[in-house]
């Protein structure tokens, strides 16, 4: 299923080849890469990483996105949901990368907002979630101002790319809670 979601500043794209060299001009950089497991160091890498997506994708349990800012049709980052379970009606929010430029916009926000929109009401899942390794005080940030719930600390959760072992926060939004967080949400985003 290939999906089109618009929003007010930007919408969010299917995948396609034909974005990488825009997806490249700004993914390339390191400081993106400093909390995520996955690293682009080069183009071969991007090729592989959309490779890599085209085959998750087709499972059925994946829905990648490009952010597009709707004004003049620059890509600005990349999002998904993933590991969709539909017998339980849950999956996970996170895989962003977004151009440093734009950190600290409502780029990121608007971008969840539409992918929770995605989940909640086309895919019907009864649960959304979100994790962030413990260093990573960005996510974890951005996780806290949608309004989900922190549920646990992951204790030794992932083996990091340096070497090290890190913890993880694992976060929430459920079916219930999701019209009184869509609304807080917008109005955030309304406001200048």
């Known amino acids: 299923m290939k999906c089109y979601q618009p929003g007010d500043r930007i919408s969010l794209i299917p995948i396609e080849e034909q974005y990488l060299d825009e997806l490249s001009s700004f993914s ?3 400081v993106i890469w400093e909390h995520i497991a996955l690293e682009i160091c080069s ?3 991007l090729q592989r990483w959309y490779h890599r997506t085209v085959e998750e994708t087709a499972t059925g349990n994946v829905f990648p996105f490009l952010i597009q800012r709707n004004s003049d049709h620059e890509i600005l980052g990349t999002t998904r949901i993933f590991d969709l379970d539909n017998p339980n009606k849950k999956a996970e929010i996170g895989m962003t990368w977004i151009n440093p430029v734009y950190w600290g916009s409502k780029i990121n926000t608007e971008a969840k907002l539409l992918l929770m929109r995605f989940a909640f009401y086309t895919l019907r899942l009864n649960r959304v979630q979100f994790r962030a390794d413990e260093r990573n005080l960005r996510s ?3 996780i806290t101002k ?7 600390k992951l204790r030794s959760f992932k083996q990091r790319r340096d070497g090290s072992v890190g913890d993880s926060y694992l976060y929430s939004i459920i079916s219930s809670e999701w019209p009184e967080i869509e609304a807080k949400l917008l109005a955030y985003l309304s406001a200048e």
């Open 43 to 45: 183009r071969e890498d």
């Open 28 to 30: 390339l950089n390191p």
């Open 146 to 152: 949608l309004g989900a719930t922190l549920e646990a």
């Open 140 to 142: 974890l940030k951005a």
